[in-house]
């Protein structure tokens, strides 16, 4: 630590140096006041964040490395923690975990530095969530709602639409007043541009930032990547903001978290992750909550995606993450493959918190529909071997069909709430009853046509049976 005598105006500083380099990973030598997540200050002009602490050797993650780095290059302490600019000036903008621009504009002016690693806010300065943050889908906005301020896991097999899951909810947020961070960790270049380019056209990119950490990316990058989001995202809920964070996936993340332990030489554990990784993800998304209203009033919503291998739930990072997060939408590849889209096994997803802030008019007319779809479910298997069921029975497999129909929503089209709300309303009413897929789509797009001029949702229900009642034509 620096220290100073006042008598004749001498600092004593401590002085190291790098005595080697590989992958991303510097050993530096004579530092041993330095703490673990100060920035070191390299005589070349770059830095690096300490990270591993031995007895006479500092590993540091080289962050902005030059060509002229070698061993022997001095090294200082600089007494500062790593932080990210944030701010307004960030929506709109495709930045790298350090806060640099990557869509070739200028770097943003007017910033405010927030620090990627910072507690997460206390108990007392919580409040239980009760407002919905609505995803745009069918099943997540009435059988699996979410709330603002709520960690809500999508998880599933490659190549079942979690991230369209994902986008979805991010575009729906158009007009919504919420804010949005779309964490990229570890993706190929195509991929992250694909995402880029998604949100530009459908117009969600106003009021988004992208975070990117390529795969060509060294592993201290992308094992910043989430942190950096985290902490824009952050700012703005300790703002008054209502925000929503997609770290898209946290099983790279991990990955990238193992890769970077075992160049700092750390014992391995389970599976050769490191003893940590379940606080690395927990001390992440525990940031993310619902301020009260004399800290702000904001709130971060996470949805963090993260990969499965043949269906396998109880594979060490994605049951790390299921014992962290307030529920799971789980994505089936059976389903995927035949044709049920989006794939989403209501069987196997839940939202622990996210009941207590749905809409009244939402759940009241949402009602039994989850029991009585697993119910279907559970029938349907009968019907397969041409068992004759009774007349109720056959009337719940008839429901049970219509559900999935409605239940159907193509890629990156988001609902809005009150389509939601119409469609419940002419289910409950009994007239979709009997309708076959080849009639209720038009019925549906009649409804979806209507819904932009529908009543708000606190309306009386008789007023909103009447508004159905007139755009299906209904007496």
């Known amino acids: 630590m620096n220290t100073v005598t006042p008598a004749i105006g001498l600092t004593i500083e401590e002085r190291g140096e790098?005595?080697?380099?590989?992958?991303?990973?510097a050993w530096i030598s004579g530092l041993p006041s330095a703490q673990r997540g100060e920035l070191l200050d390299l005589e070349d002009g770059s830095y690096a964040l300490a990270d591993q602490l031995d007895e006479k050797l500092i590993g540091a993650i080289l962050l902005h490395p030059s060509r002229s780095i070698a061993a022997g290059?001095?090294?200082?302490?600089?007494?500062r923690r790593l932080t990210i600019p944030g701010g307004d000036t960030l929506l709109g903008r495709v930045v790298d975990p350090l806060g640099r621009p990557l869509d070739g504009l200028p770097a943003p002016q007017r910033t405010t530095p927030f620090p990627l690693e910072a507690p997460s806010p206390?108990?007392?300065?919580?409040?239980?969530?009760?407002?919905?943050?609505?995803?745009?889908?069918?099943?997540?906005?009435?059988?699996?709602?979410?709330?603002?301020?709520?960690?809500?896991?999508?998880?599933?097999?490659?190549?079942?639409?979690?991230?369209?899951?994902?986008?979805?909810?991010?575009?729906?947020?158009?007009?919504q007043n919420v804010r949005c961070v779309y964490v990229l960790i570890g993706q190929r270049r195509a991929a992250a541009i694909e995402v880029i380019d998604l949100l530009t056209q459908s117009g969600a990119l106003a009021h988004t930032t992208v975070v990117v950490a390529e795969a060509s990316a060294l592993p201290g990058i992308q094992y910043l990547a989430p942190f950096a989001g985290c902490a824009l995202a952050e700012g703005w809920m300790r703002a008054g903001h209502d925000v929503l964070i997609v770290f898209d996936d946290l099983g790279q993340h991990a990955q990238a978290y193992r890769e970077l332990s075992l160049l700092l030489r750390r014992p391995p554990g389970r599976e050769a992750y490191p003893g940590d990784i379940f606080y690395l993800h927990s001390r992440l998304l525990e940031r993310a909550t619902a301020l009260a209203p004399e800290h702000g009033g904001g709130s971060l919503t996470a949805l963090p995606i993260v990969p499965t291998q043949l269906g396998e739930l109880a594979a060490y990072i994605p049951t790390n993450l299921i014992s962290i997060t307030d529920g799971q939408i789980y994505l089936s590849h059976p389903l995927f493959a035949a044709g049920i889209l989006p794939a989403i096994d209501i069987g196997r997803s839940v939202s622990r918190i996210g009941g207590k802030a749905q809409d009244r008019p939402i759940a009241r007319e949402a009602g039994r529909l989850r029991l009585?779809?697993?119910?279907?479910?559970?029938?349907?298997?009968?019907?397969?071997?041409?068992?004759?069921?009774?007349?109720?029975?056959?009337?719940?497999?008839?429901?049970?069909?219509?559900?999935?129909?409605?239940?159907?929503?193509?890629?990156?089209?988001?609902?809005?709430?009150?389509?939601?709300?119409?469609?419940?309303?002419?289910?409950?009413?009994?007239?979709?009853?009997?309708?076959?897929?080849?009639?209720?789509?038009?019925?549906?797009?009649?409804?979806?046509?209507?819904?932009?001029?529908?009543?708000?949702?606190?309306?009386?229900?008789?007023?909103?049976?009447?508004?159905?009642s007139g755009w299906l034509g209904r007496s």
């Open 372 to 468: 009585d779809y697993l119910q279907f479910l559970e029938l349907e298997m009968f019907t397969r071997f041409g068992t004759r069921l009774e007349p109720g029975m056959s009337e719940r497999v008839a429901r049970g069909h219509l559900l999935r129909e409605l239940f159907r929503q193509g890629r990156l089209e988001p609902r809005p709430i009150t389509y939601q709300m119409a469609w419940l309303i002419a289910l409950n009413q009994g007239w979709l009853d009997g309708l076959d897929a080849n009639a209720l789509v038009p019925l549906l797009a009649q409804l979806a046509r209507h819904t932009a001029s529908a009543p708000i949702l606190t309306a009386p229900r008789e007023q909103w049976i009447a508004a159905v």
């Open 73 to 79: 290059t001095g090294v200082r302490r600089s007494g």
């Open 122 to 175: 206390s108990i007392t300065a919580r409040t239980v969530v009760s407002r919905p943050l609505y995803s745009g889908n069918t099943i997540i906005d009435t059988l699996l709602p979410i709330g603002r301020g709520q960690r809500q896991l999508i998880i599933g097999d490659d190549g079942t639409g979690k991230s369209a899951l994902a986008l979805d909810a991010v575009i729906h947020q158009i007009g």
């Open 18 to 25: 790098i005595l080697g380099i590989a992958d991303g990973i």
